[in-house]
């Protein structure tokens, strides 16, 4: 089942206004633009293995070519999955990111370590690298 991620906190924005129900980002000016998004990946609890998936959606539909994956296995209880993607955006246009578990137990988690900052579950960071769509 497809969720969107949820951004809580915002640090800095430009040329973007988060969504009413903070699951999106919306467009405010044209141009060409760089994204990546990085899911902290766990369960709530030991030892679940499984898949869980990481994509861009772009005016409410899945980017093709943009989903990665991240397995935890036994051996492997935490992992991050890690997605990016260049794109014209118009202003008006919505980019968000979603997810996807195989398992129930399966998502995105924050950890605090002893001693260290807190790992975000999230991370969406994007930045525009041209005004205009370069033509053929």
């Known amino acids: 089942r497809s969720r969107p991620?949820?951004?809580e906190m915002v640090h800095e924005i430009?040329?973007?206004e988060l969504g009413p129900k903070k699951d999106s980002l919306i467009v405010k000016e044209d141009g060409v633009y760089f994204f990546i998004a990085s899911g902290q990946i766990g369960s709530v609890e030991n030892n679940a293995t499984g898949n869980v998936d990481l994509w861009f959606v772009k005016n409410g539909i899945g980017i093709p070519d943009s989903t990665c994956r991240e397995s935890l296995d036994n051996k492997n209880s935490a992992g991050l999955a890690i997605s990016q993607f260049v794109t014209h955006l118009s202003a008006g246009d919505t980019i968000a990111?979603?997810?996807?578990?195989?398992r129930p137990l399966l998502g995105l988690v924050t950890i605090e370590p002893e001693g260290a900052p807190t790992i975000a579950s999230f991370l969406f960071s994007i930045f525009k690298i041209n005004s205009e769509r370069?033509?053929?």
Request: proline share 7%; aromatic share 14%; charged share 15%.
């Open 97 to 102: 990111t979603h997810f996807a578990t195989s």
């Open 14 to 16: 430009k040329n973007f």
């Open 134 to 136: 370069e033509q053929p």
């Open 5 to 7: 991620v949820q951004m």
